[in-house]
C-alpha cells in the first residue's frame, strides 16, 4: 500500500556542504567542483533509475547541464553561511509503473516549483528494495527576467492606505527629513523578493503531492498528507527507516521501533473494532428498551384525569442517553481492574501469611521460658 513521505531540507555552506556534490550523488554523475577543482564522481551509484532537470523559461538554457546550473549558484552563494539549494524528498507509490512515476514527478515538479521561478534538477532512486523514492532540488534565488539571478531581499517604499509613500518625520522639527542633494526622505522596508521560504509553503507542497497521487487511486487507496492526529486517528506514526536499517533488519533499533509501533496499532485497531460492535449491540439494546416502553404504556388501563388549572398532564419523556466510546479509557479501565484483582490477591496472601505465623507462635506445647513440656 502507497505511503506519505515527503519532507524538506536545506544544503548550506555552514553544514560544509556542496551543491555540485549533492547534485552528483543524487544524478549519480561526475562533475567538476570550480571552485575547489574536485572532481565529484558517483557513476558508480546503485540505483539512480532517472534524472532530469526544469528549468523556468527565464532561465538560461545553459542551466540544462547539471554542472553549469550549480556552479553558476555556488559563484552567486559565496558567503560561508550561504543556504545553496533546497531539497525535497518524497516517497513513490509501489503501485505505479515507472513511466507513472516519472510522469507524476515532472507534473509534481512544474506545477509547484519550476512555474513559481526556481530550478529543478530531481533523481530517481529504486534499489528493488520497496523504497522508490526522488530527490528534488530546488534553487533559492529567483532568476530575473534578463537571466540573472536577483536578490534575496528587495527594498520597497511603506505606503499609506491612500497609496501614498509615508514620509520619515524629524522628532525634533516634526517635518520631514531631507536627506542628501536636498532629497525627502521617505519610509522603506525589505522584503524577500520571493515567498519560497514561507513556513506554510511546506504544508502546500505536502497537500499538493498528496492530491497529485490520488489522481492515479481508487478512492479507498487516497493519500491524506495530515498527520493522525489532525486525522483524528488513533494510531501511532512510525519513523523513517532508511536503506541502511532495512538491510540490518531485527538489528536495527529503527525496524524494533517500528515493529513495536504497529503492534501497538494493530492492538488499538482491534479495540475499536470491538467497540464499535459494542456500539451497535448497545444501540439495538436501547432500541429494544424504548419499544418495550412504549408497549407497556399502551398496555396500562386509561384513569379518568381530573381538570385542574395548576396542575399540568403528566408526560412520560425517554430521553436517549449520549454515550461516547473511546478505545483508550476501556484500556486504561481494564488495567485499573487488573491493577484491583492483584491488589485483593495480594492483601489476601498476607493475611493468610499472617494467620499462619500467628499459629506458628501459639503452640500450647512449648513454654519459651521453660522450654517444652516433658
Same mark, same amino acid.
Given at each position: 500500500?502507497?505511503?506519505?513521505?515527503?519532507?524538506?531540507?536545506?544544503?548550506?555552506?555552514?553544514?560544509?556542504?556542496?551543491?555540485?556534490?549533492?547534485?552528483?550523488?543524487?544524478?549519480?554523475?561526475?562533475?567538476?567542483?570550480q571552485e575547489?577543482?574536485?572532481?565529484?564522481?558517483?557513476?558508480h551509484?546503485?540505483g539512480?533509475?532517472y534524472?532530469?532537470?526544469?528549468?523556468?523559461?527565464?532561465?538560461?538554457?545553459?542551466?540544462?547541464?547539471r554542472?553549469?546550473?550549480?556552479?553558476a549558484?555556488?559563484?552567486?552563494?559565496?558567503?560561508?553561511?550561504a543556504?545553496?539549494?533546497?531539497?525535497?524528498?518524497?516517497?513513490?507509490?509501489?503501485?505505479?509503473?515507472?513511466?507513472?512515476?516519472i510522469?507524476?514527478?515532472h507534473?509534481?515538479?512544474?506545477?509547484?516549483f519550476?512555474d513559481?521561478?526556481?530550478?529543478?534538477?530531481?533523481?530517481?532512486?529504486?534499489k528493488?528494495?520497496?523504497?522508490?523514492?526522488?530527490h528534488i532540488?530546488?534553487?533559492?534565488?529567483?532568476?530575473?527576467?534578463?537571466?540573472?539571478?536577483?536578490?534575496?531581499?528587495?527594498?520597497?517604499?511603506i505606503?499609506?492606505?491612500?497609496?501614498?509613500?509615508?514620509?520619515q518625520?524629524?522628532?525634533?522639527?516634526?517635518?520631514?527629513?531631507?536627506?542628501a542633494?536636498?532629497?525627502?526622505m521617505?519610509?522603506?522596508?525589505t522584503?524577500?523578493y520571493?515567498?519560497?521560504?514561507?513556513r506554510?509553503k511546506?504544508?502546500n507542497?505536502?497537500?499538493?503531492?498528496?492530491?497529485?497521487?490520488?489522481?492515479?487511486f481508487?478512492?479507498?487507496l487516497?493519500l491524506?498528507?495530515?498527520?493522525?492526529?489532525?486525522?483524528?486517528?488513533?494510531?501511532?506514526p512510525?519513523?523513517?527507516?532508511?536503506?541502511?536499517?532495512?538491510?540490518?533488519?531485527?538489528r536495527?533499533?529503527r525496524?524494533?521501533i517500528?515493529?513495536?509501533?504497529?503492534?501497538?496499532?494493530? /492492538?488499538? !485497531?482491534?479495540?475499536?473494532q +470491538?467497540?464499535? @460492535?459494542? *456500539? #451497535?449491540q448497545? $444501540?439495538?439494546?436501547?432500541?429494544?428498551l424504548?419499544?418495550?416502553q412504549?408497549?407497556?404504556?399502551?398496555a396500562?388501563?386509561?384513569?379518568?384525569?381530573?381538570?385542574d388549572?395548576?396542575?399540568?398532564?403528566?408526560?412520560l419523556?425517554?430521553?436517549?442517553?449520549?454515550?461516547?466510546?473511546?478505545?483508550?479509557?476501556?484500556?486504561? /479501565?481494564? !488495567?485499573?481492574?487488573?491493577? +484491583?484483582?492483584? @491488589?485483593? *490477591? #495480594?492483601?489476601? $496472601?498476607?493475611?493468610?501469611?499472617h494467620e499462619?505465623?500467628?499459629?506458628?507462635?501459639?503452640?500450647p506445647?512449648?513454654?519459651?521460658?521453660r522450654?517444652?513440656?516433658?
Amino acid at each position: 500500500m502507497a505511503i506519505f513521505h515527503l519532507s524538506v531540507k536545506i544544503i548550506s555552506r555552514s553544514k560544509g556542504q556542496s551543491a555540485i556534490a549533492s547534485a552528483a550523488y543524487r544524478s549519480g554523475q561526475r562533475l567538476v567542483d570550480q571552485e575547489t577543482g574536485q572532481i565529484k564522481d558517483f557513476t558508480h551509484k546503485r540505483g539512480v533509475q532517472y534524472s532530469e532537470i526544469q528549468l523556468p523559461e527565464q532561465a538560461p538554457r545553459a542551466y540544462n547541464d547539471r554542472e553549469i546550473l550549480w556552479n553558476a549558484v555556488q559563484v552567486k552563494e559565496a558567503k560561508s553561511n550561504a543556504q545553496l539549494a533546497r531539497e525535497v524528498e518524497v516517497a513513490l507509490p509501489v503501485e505505479l509503473t515507472r513511466d507513472q512515476q516519472i510522469q507524476l514527478v515532472h507534473d509534481y515538479v512544474q506545477k509547484n516549483f519550476v512555474d513559481q521561478g526556481m530550478c529543478a534538477d530531481w533523481s530517481l532512486h529504486d534499489k528493488a528494495d520497496g523504497n522508490p523514492h526522488v530527490h528534488i532540488m530546488l534553487t533559492m534565488r529567483s532568476i530575473k527576467t534578463t537571466g540573472e539571478w536577483a536578490s534575496k531581499q528587495k527594498s520597497g517604499y511603506i505606503l499609506d492606505e491612500n497609496g501614498h509613500k509615508v514620509p520619515q518625520i524629524d522628532p525634533k522639527t516634526h517635518e520631514q527629513k531631507i536627506g542628501a542633494r536636498g532629497r525627502k526622505m521617505w519610509k522603506r522596508t525589505t522584503q524577500t523578493y520571493n515567498d519560497w521560504n514561507n513556513r506554510d509553503k511546506v504544508e502546500n507542497w505536502r497537500e499538493s503531492w498528496a492530491e497529485a497521487c490520488n489522481k492515479y487511486f481508487t478512492p479507498d487507496l487516497q493519500l491524506d498528507h495530515r498527520s493522525y492526529q489532525r486525522q483524528a486517528k488513533e494510531q501511532i506514526p512510525t519513523i523513517h527507516e532508511g536503506t541502511v536499517a532495512r538491510q540490518m533488519g531485527d538489528r536495527s533499533d529503527r525496524v524494533q521501533i517500528n515493529q513495536a509501533i504497529k503492534a501497538q496499532n494493530s /492492538l488499538l !485497531q482491534q479495540l475499536e473494532q +470491538e467497540w464499535e @460492535q459494542l *456500539k #451497535q449491540q448497545l $444501540e439495538r439494546l436501547k432500541a429494544a428498551l424504548v419499544d418495550l416502553q412504549e408497549r407497556l404504556l399502551r398496555a396500562e388501563p386509561k384513569q379518568p384525569l381530573v381538570q385542574d388549572k395548576n396542575t399540568e398532564t403528566q408526560k412520560l419523556e425517554i430521553k436517549e442517553s449520549e454515550t461516547t466510546y473511546d478505545p483508550h479509557k476501556l484500556y486504561e /479501565l481494564m !488495567q485499573e481492574k487488573l491493577r +484491583e484483582a492483584k @491488589q485483593a *490477591k #495480594q492483601t489476601r $496472601e498476607e493475611q493468610e501469611q499472617h494467620e499462619s505465623t500467628k499459629m506458628n507462635r501459639y503452640n500450647p506445647g512449648i513454654n519459651r521460658e521453660r522450654g517444652p513440656r516433658r
